[in-house]
């Protein structure tokens, strides 16, 4: 008789499967190679009628995964049967090739069969193993799966009449009962028994359901995935195993029905009916028996798939169609592009800092006061870390200078007079990254010993409006003009409203960055409060600007300090904000031990926050520096913010134009005449020369 | 050939652009039968220019569906049992989070029809991962072959007002497929795409103004299709229509047989069975 020959199991992936792994790998798995369980599911084989040569081409046994298998609480749609498997994702394509293929195997048929024989259960006949190797970058999704089945030794035989329609050996009442059974069933029911009764009942309660019914009329039926008239599908192997295992005296001889029907208004049954017999004496049936279930790739061998998901994603090999949808199409790889800049920072938490706050940085609003070279390689920097909101001011127009050491701006950007340079710069951000959220502002930020001329303080008021506005709706300003007065007002505006500032100045090989430290008001009780840029000062600023020569008017800084300074600036924004204190973070503690843990000794998890860093060019050198806050500042003292907040432009105004205002509203006048006194009081002692001669 | 019908018919003969077909009614559907010319058979969309031979009474206006139309006309045609395979399968689907924004969505097998480039069957680029390390199983069957899944969606097309079918078909490995493979797969009758210029994401014909087929996001769920352009269905529908006598019908039950003509005139282009 001939040796019956199954349908094995095919794959069908839906493309949300490596969607959800993708997901699941970036958040989660992250570099665990641990087993998952998974699920899947199968429904009985269907075939399709070739319209041009009229022939029924049927269908392969689809055991289908998508995005649900991963979760816990798996429910399969009607009609459809559930199956579980486990899932191992490799972290590199040498761990998959290597991994110890049949040891994964064996493991998993020894727990389909100890599960069998401890349980007495039909959950795990259908189980399957799946082993992946993602490679996120390249979108390509390698992949092998296994269905194992335990080989009969002998193997099982069709009898002499073979396979036929179900309806051929069951009525039609008796199927239509059978249906009904089926779907009202509680639960998906992928094997089960029948009786001469037309009453169907799952496969563990065998012996009590077939207590009074003769061999001759007992059946065992499956969910057949196979559409196939001649193959049962694949589950059907691991059933007869089952009752080869737990009934061996009954079942050297088994009538099968191979469940094929689903919808209700098919005019005619697709399932059928067999008789199996074991071709031979059955062997031990208490001993494991071999397992086969690797799936065959599409060219017939025992290998991997592999899943290539990149000309889907792949922007160049689908130009953008010239038509009212191309703002779709690009909103689509908008969003690619968005989930590809991500990948990248979100790997660094894997291994490296699983602690990364990321999402901190990215939605940090930053506002850069100056968009020459400090302003433009923070804007680079600030995108590096995901930052999405970028704002940009200055009062300049780009110049035919600027393209070589402002990396934003390019050699047409400066003719016909020169593009806005923070317009410009946000346009090229954009360019860079159409995700970035990035605006320009021309501003003119008025600075004291800049008098205003009385025809220009209407324009002044609103040009300090404008910036009030700028700083109050973001989180972080960095001051990175070309001189030392115009720092001053924003540095009282955002200490006012309590945001941070990062100040970053050139010297011709020297940078300094800083952090200003919180206002007085809401210094934390123990808190030391840290000083701001004109702490250390005794004169209020003033004008630096005229009179000089061109050499003093352009900072003339050694090319390579920018990109340092402003990097610096950028990452120590970025430690700031890991710190758990933030705009309160205290100064590191002196003489720390480098290789300290700094999130336990007053850092963050990326390391120090350091108040300022004064960088030395020439000896490759930085000084940590702490500069406590002085209540006299011009800038930051409570006195001057607290008129600000009372008397608001008008104090601006009289700042601006009034050399002599701001120190005597912070008192500084006073320290003058208290240092002047100070020295007429000390009594010189007049020492007669020796006349030795 | 698609002739569907119950009950007495009256018919009326027509000739549109190369093809003869006979539009009749009977009591609760429309039939639309096509006879084949011996000279070959092309079903066009690009102008279809009825020829009446006889006066009608019925309101002949092109039939603009709202939102609140299309989606009383789906639910109406999918709650009864058709005996037409291209309303089978379908179920009417909420937008994830908007009101008023449903569809109609269905998965169906495909397979490929002539040899495909090898896009498709991809070697694992370079990477040599062939086992050979496991016993032979004499029990096993050959595996059948490759087949495709289709999802396929109707949704209401905000910009022409009328409905519009929109689809993805992917390979068992996840992936979807490319435009060559994807007009050699059973979903498309072989004659469609004879005068037809194809790029990597669309298939347009010389004299007409819109691409055939197209790349697109699913209005609703936001994920790339591609989609018929609907005008091109919508347009025939309207001509085959204004050859029906709608005096006697509802306002709904005029969408209702406008959509289920919709989907006769797909199923010329594409196989709708389910």
């Known amino acids: ?693 | 050939m698609i002739a569907v019908g119950i009950g007495p018919q009256r018919r009326t003969s027509r000739h549109l652009d190369g093809l003869s077909f006979e539009v009749g009614e009977a009591d609760d559907l429309a039939v639309l039968s096509f006879n084949f010319l011996p000279s070959g058979f092309k079903p066009y969309f690009t102008s279809c220019k009825a020829v009446p031979t006889h006066d009608h009474t019925a309101p002949s206006h092109p039939i603009m569906l709202t939102r609140v139309q299309f989606e009383a006309a789906c639910k109406e045609l999918i709650a009864t049992e058709r005996p037409v395979e291209a309303l089978n399968g379908w179920s009417w689907n909420e937008h994830p989070s908007l009101p008023n924004l449903g569809f109609l969505s269905r998965r169906v097998f495909h397979f490929r029809t002539t040899q495909s480039t090898s896009i498709d069957s991809m070697p694992t680029d370079g990477v040599d991962l062939e086992e050979t390390l496991f016993e032979e199983d004499e029990a096993a069957s050959a595996i059948a072959p490759e087949s495709f899944v289709s999802c396929q969606y109707v949704v209401y097309s905000a910009t022409f007002q009328v409905p519009a079918f929109y689809f993805t078909m992917h390979d068992p490995k996840g992936a979807p497929l490319a435009l060559a493979n994807l007009v050699r797969t059973s979903l498309f009758h072989p004659f469609v795409f004879e005068q037809t210029e194809a790029t990597s994401f669309g298939l347009t014909r010389p004299a007409s103004a819109f691409p055939l087929l197209s790349q697109g996001d699913h209005p609703a769920l936001g994920t790339p299709c591609w989609y018929l352009h609907p005008c091109e269905t919508a347009k025939c529908v309207d001509e085959l229509m204004s050859e029906l006598d709608l005096a006697g019908y509802a306002e709904e039950q005029r969408f209702v047989r406008w959509l289920e003509m919709w989907f006769m005139v797909l199923g010329s282009t594409v196989n709708v069975r389910s």
Request: proline fraction near 7%.
């Open chain 1, 1 to 693: 008789m001939p040796i019956v020959q199954f349908a094995p199991f095919s794959s069908l992936i839906q493309p949300s499967f490596w969607h959800e792994l993708t997901s699941l790998k970036v958040d989660v798995l992250r570099l665990s190679d641990e087993a998952l369980p998974i699920s899947g599911s199968y429904s009985v084989g269907r075939s399709v009628t070739d319209r041009e040569s009229g022939k029924e081409i049927a269908l392969g046994c689809n055991l289908s995964v998508g995005s649900e298998s991963f979760d816990k609480g798996y429910k399969v749609t009607a009609g459809s049967v559930p199956a579980s498997g486990t899932f191992k994702n490799y972290n590199t394509i040498e761990e998959f090739k290597a991994a110890d293929k049949t040891a994964l195997f064996n493991q998993e048929a020894v727990k389909i069969w100890d599960h069998i024989l401890a349980t007495r259960d039909t959950a795990l006949l259908n189980h399957f193993l799946l082993i992946t190797y993602a490679d996120l970058k390249k979108y390509k999704y390698y992949y092998w799966f296994a269905f194992p089945a335990f080989v009969s030794k002998p193997a099982w035989e069709i009898a002499e009449e073979g396979w036929k329609d179900a309806i051929d050996e069951f009525s039609a009442e008796d199927l239509s009962s059978i249906q009904e059974q089926i779907r009202s069933h509680p639960s998906p029911l992928p094997f089960f028994l029948v009786r001469n009764d037309a009453k169907i009942s799952p496969v563990e309660d065998y012996s009590t359901f077939f207590e009074s019914t003769p061999p001759s009329s007992r059946t065992i039926a499956f969910i057949d995935p196979s559409a196939n008239p001649t193959n049962p599908g694949w589950p059907l192997r691991n059933l007869l195993a089952y009752l080869r295992a737990l009934y061996p005296e009954t079942t050297s001889t088994v009538r099968v029905l191979c469940w094929r029907d689903t919808e209700t208004h098919s005019s005619s049954w697709r399932s059928r009916f067999g008789v199996l017999e074991m071709g031979g004496v059955p062997s031990d049936e208490k001993v494991r028996p071999s397992a086969v279930g690797w799936e065959k790739n599409p060219q017939g061998k025992l290998g991997p798939r592999v899943a290539d998901l990149a000309p889907m994603m792949d922007p160049t090999r689908h130009a953008i169609v010239l038509s009212v949808r191309k703002h779709r199409r690009l909103n689509y790889l908008r969003r690619l592009a968005n989930q590809a800049v991500d990948l990248n920072l979100k790997l660094m938490r894997w291994r490296i800092l699983p602690s990364l706050d990321l999402e901190k940085i990215s939605t940090t609003k930053c506002l850069l006061l100056g968009a020459g070279t400090l302003g433009c390689y923070v804007a680079r920097t600030l995108m590096g870390w995901g930052v999405r909101t970028i704002t940009l001011a200055d009062s300049a127009h780009v110049s035919f200078s600027n393209p070589v050491r402002q990396p934003l701006f390019e050699f047409e950007d400066c003719l016909d007079g020169g593009k806005p340079k923070a317009q410009c710069a946000a346009a090229r951000l954009k360019k860079i990254y159409p995700g970035i959220n990035a605006s320009g502002h021309m501003l003119s930020i008025p600075m004291p010993g800049h008098p205003v001329p009385s025809a220009s303080v209407a324009q002044t008021k609103a040009e300090v409006e404008k910036l009030e506005a700028l700083i109050a709706e973001h989180d972080v300003v960095f001051l990175l003009m070309d001189s030392r007065e115009s720092r001053w007002l924003p540095t009282v505006i955002a200490a006012a409203k309590g945001k941070i500032v990062i100040n970053a100045a050139l010297g011709f090989d020297t940078f300094l960055v800083m952090r200003h430290g919180p206002r007085g008001s809401s210094v934390r009780p123990n808190g030391a409060r840290l000083g701001c840029y004109y702490c250390n000062d005794i004169v209020a600023p003033s004008d630096s600007l005229t009179d000089r020569t061109l050499d003093q008017m352009c900072t003339v800084t050694r090319p390579g300090l920018a990109s340092i300074a402003s990097s610096t600036a950028v990452e120590l924004l970025a430690s700031l904000l890991q710190h758990p204190d933030g705009l309160h973070a205290a100064a590191p503690p002196p003489n720390q031990d480098p290789s300290s843990h700094h999130q336990d000794s007053g850092g963050s998890v990326l390391g120090l926050v350091p108040h300022q860093l004064r960088g030395y060019l020439a000896q490759f050198r930085n000084l940590h520096i702490v500069g406590a806050a002085y209540d006299r500042c011009t800038g930051c003292s409570e006195t001057v913010l607290q008129t600000y907040e009372k008397e608001g432009f008008e104090m601006m105004l009289k700042a601006f134009n009034d050399p002599k205002y701001l120190p005597t509203l912070t008192g500084l006048d006073k320290l003058y005449d208290e240092g002047e006194a100070a020295l007429e009081s000390v009594d010189w002692d007049e020492e007669d020369g020796d006349a030795d001669f």
